[in-house]
């Protein structure tokens, strides 16, 4: 018996010291680090960016988190997905190509928890012009019809090096409905970081929007506002 409380005591130290390992802080539940060491799909509503669970020192994930801090959401979600490395070595060049097909946005399903049916979550997208800051990094100057606001000018820049892929998207005009201004210009927005940790790649999306906190109306807001970013996140995660 006590051998077996050895044992038992012994994988369970082990198992908490291979999840640490991870890039991600204690406030994961045991649910979600399960699944992530079973490279599911974690899903977590955080409301503020000191709820991010991200800690890492790779330079795409400060990029990240300064984006976040500075954008300062009162809507926050991370979307946390790892991958093993080896079979997946070419995942960020698969990543950009996904990414980079703006017109594929249109007609991802989106479920809408108020109507209780789906919606697509674009329109029709298309891309402008692209910017070619440098070898590294270009933008996609973009319009996407974002239901249920209308057409709006998205810029989408992408970028990658030896580090890190870091994907950023924000709306460069106010979304508006039935005419009232629900979202400001560029307090939308969703990220997508991929970097190497050990035998593994790190999948981090976080979307966020600062909006307005109307009563009777605040959690249905957040509910839809959160349920497209987790949307778009896991269609993309889904095409690798």
């Given at each position: 018996m006590f051998n077996k409380f050895i044992?038992?005591?012994?994988?369970?130290?082990?198992?908490?010291?291979?999840?640490?390992?991870?890039?991600f802080?204690?406030?994961?539940?045991?649910?979600?680090?399960?699944?992530?060491?079973?490279?599911?799909?974690?899903i977590r509503s955080i409301d503020k960016y000191k709820n991010m669970t991200l800690n890492?020192?790779?330079p795409?994930?400060?990029?990240?988190?300064?984006?976040?801090q500075e954008h300062n959401p009162n809507y926050l979600a991370e979307i946390i997905q790892i991958r093993k490395?080896?079979?997946?070595?070419?995942?960020p060049e698969k990543l950009i190509s996904i990414l980079e097909n703006v017109e594929g946005y249109s007609g991802i399903p989106y479920w809408s928890e108020h109507h209780q049916?789906?919606?697509d979550l674009y329109g029709v997208s298309l891309i402008e012009n692209v910017e070619e800051i440098n070898p590294q990094k270009k933008i996609l100057n973009s319009i996407i019809d974002i239901r249920p606001f209308g057409f709006t000018r998205v810029p989408i820049t992408i970028e990658k090096n030896d580090d890190y892929m870091l994907y950023y998207?924000?709306?460069?005009?106010?979304?508006?409905?039935?005419?009232?201004?629900?979202?400001?210009?560029?307090?939308?927005?969703?990220?997508?970081?991929?970097?190497?940790d050990?035998?593994?790649?790190?999948l981090y999306g976080i979307g966020g929007v600062k909006a307005p906190k109307i009563p009777l109306f605040e959690k249905r807001i957040e509910t839809s506002f959160m349920n497209k970013i987790k949307t778009f996140c896991q269609f993309v995660y889904s095409k690798l």
């Open positions: 044992s038992f005591t012994f994988l369970f130290l082990f198992s908490s010291l291979s999840v640490f390992a991870l890039p802080d204690n406030r994961l539940s045991a649910e979600e680090i399960e699944k992530i060491q079973k490279e599911e799909v974690v890492s020192d790779n795409g994930a400060k990029k990240l988190k300064e984006i976040v490395i080896e079979g997946n070595e070419d995942l049916c789906y919606f998207m924000t709306n460069n005009m106010d979304l508006k409905h039935k005419g009232i201004n629900c979202v400001k210009k560029e307090n939308m927005k969703s990220l997508i970081l991929v970097f190497k050990g035998n593994n790649w790190i």
